[in-house]
């Protein structure tokens, strides 16, 4: 298969992920479209963590608990998904206002052999001052992409020693005691994912 062939495939199937998520959430009980469905069932998405932030030091998912967490998986080299979607979370998070101050963005990497706590604290600088970094082991991160069912998979170049990381784009909203509330589509309006934020929030 060509470089193009395997581009389009790997993209063909980053939208199909999307897509069957978007279609579980309306499944459980949401309407209304992207960014702005609400779910009234309970979804098996999440679960307990063990990773380490962008200090090093080790966090779990009790270290967030009573603020809602908005969480995006990616990695650092990523050249326009990631930055995009960080983009989003970050304005979203700009237009509510004081209600941020009860939800902690994550950005969860999934390329842990180069994202480093050192370099995730660079990058996340650059978004969002809130924003929090977490890497981990190969195993930890494997552990929580399961838990919240996000594919990930490395996409080396043939022609060099370099490589990329394709993978689900989805930001997950959770509760303030770790319960799974909602997905945003990857480029959910800002304004869209911070009026759905503040629906819970209030």
């Excluded at 890497?135 to 929580?144: D, L, N, V």
Aim: net charge negative.
């Amino acid at each position: 298969m060509t470089r193009n062939g395997k581009i389009a495939l790997a993209a063909g199937v980053l939208i199909a992920i999307a897509a069957g998520l978007w279609l579980s959430e309306l499944m459980i009980g949401g309407a209304g479209g992207p960014g702005v469905v609400s779910s009234s069932g309970k979804a098996q998405v999440g679960g307990s963590f063990t990773l380490a932030d962008e200090t090093g030091a080790t966090v779990t998912e009790e270290t967030f608990r009573g603020r809602y967490m908005l969480i995006y998986f990616g990695f650092t080299f990523c050249p326009d998904v990631c930055p995009t979607e960080l983009g989003i979370v970050s304005a979203a998070l700009d237009q509510l206002g004081d209600k941020a101050e009860k939800v902690q963005p994550l950005f969860v990497t999934i390329d842990p052999e180069r994202d480093t706590p050192e370099v995730m604290a660079r990058y996340v600088t650059l978004f969002h001052p809130r924003l929090k970094g977490l890497t981990g082991t190969p195993e930890q991160i494997a552990r929580i992409a399961k838990a919240y069912h996000v594919f990930y998979r490395k996409a080396e170049d043939e022609s060099s020693s370099d490589y990329t990381m394709d993978h689900s784009s989805i930001v997950f909203l959770m509760g303030p005691d770790g319960e799974y509330l909602k997905l945003f589509p990857p480029q959910t309006p800002p304004e869209k994912m911070a009026e759905a934020i503040a629906s819970y929030i209030e």
